[in-house]
């Protein structure tokens, strides 16, 4: 059964520190996988897109790595900002059809 | 361009009641995507249009959801009748490509169904 699970769910860190999101999938065959921001009350952004041969890919302070063998997927954020704070949605694309995961809520606090 | 426009931005409305949520797609862009999002679920794919035909509705969750892309500019998802289940957070969205380009959302209409 084709999921895209991520983790946490949720995670409070302290402005200014690093943290990674996990996104794990089993989606087959795979085409690419993306990385959206999610403000509260507003639409998905793109952060970054990967394809199967792409490893590490970055956007700012935004970087994502992808395994393929592993089927594994990290958002590493770096010196973290209150405008941070969102969810963070892993999307992966294959066979013709889009699968998502329910997300990773991001809260930077002061 | 301003983006993907929604509206309406809000939408409340009583169980059996017509709901029609209206989409501008960005110029240019020749697939238009219509998403569902709950706390539960997450982001759902409801239907994708290319060059305003639809091609893939089985996110379609019954037959009360009906969407219409008459012109390049411009899409309907309709809820006819609503139920209190069908309230959600729709998004339509819009790309260059199917999958592998990014694609835009627009801002939301968060629809309540009483």
């Known amino acids: 059964k084709n999921q895209v699970e991520q983790s946490p769910q949720s995670l409070i860190i302290l402005e200014g520190k690093n943290c990674t999101l996990q996104c794990n999938y089993t989606v087959s065959p795979f085409s690419n996988l993306r990385w959206y921001k999610q403000d509260t009350g507003r639409g998905p952004v793109s952060l970054t897109i990967?394809?199967?041969?792409?490893n590490t890919k970055s956007n700012g302070r935004y970087t994502a790595t992808l395994d393929a063998d592993t089927k594994q997927s990290s958002l590493h954020i770096t010196a973290s900002q209150l405008s941070d704070s969102a969810s963070y949605i892993c999307?992966?694309?294959?066979?013709?059809?889009?699968?998502f995961g329910t997300g990773t809520r991001l809260t930077v606090i002061p | 361009d301003a983006g993907v426009i929604q509206s309406p931005r809000h939408e409340v409305t009583e169980m059996g009641q017509e709901v029609t949520l209206r989409c501008k797609p960005i110029?240019?862009?020749?697939?238009l995507f219509w998403y569902r999002q709950t706390m539960m679920r997450g982001l759902e794919l409801l239907i994708y249009?290319?060059?305003?035909?639809?091609?893939?509705d089985s996110g379609m969750p019954e037959d009360r959801f009906s969407a219409k892309m008459p012109n390049a500019s411009f899409s309907t998802l309709k809820i006819q009748p609503s139920e209190p289940r069908d309230s959600a957070v729709y998004f339509c969205?819009?790309?260059?490509?199917?999958?592998?380009?990014?694609?835009?959302f627009g801002p939301g209409t968060r629809l309540t169904v009483l």
């Open positions: 249009f290319n060059n305003n035909v639809p091609i893939d």
């Open positions: 969205a819009s790309s260059w490509g199917r999958f592998g380009n990014e694609q835009f």
């Open positions: 110029s240019g862009h020749d697939y």
């Open positions: 990967m394809t199967f041969s792409e």
């Open positions: 999307v992966v694309s294959g066979g013709g059809n889009l699968f």
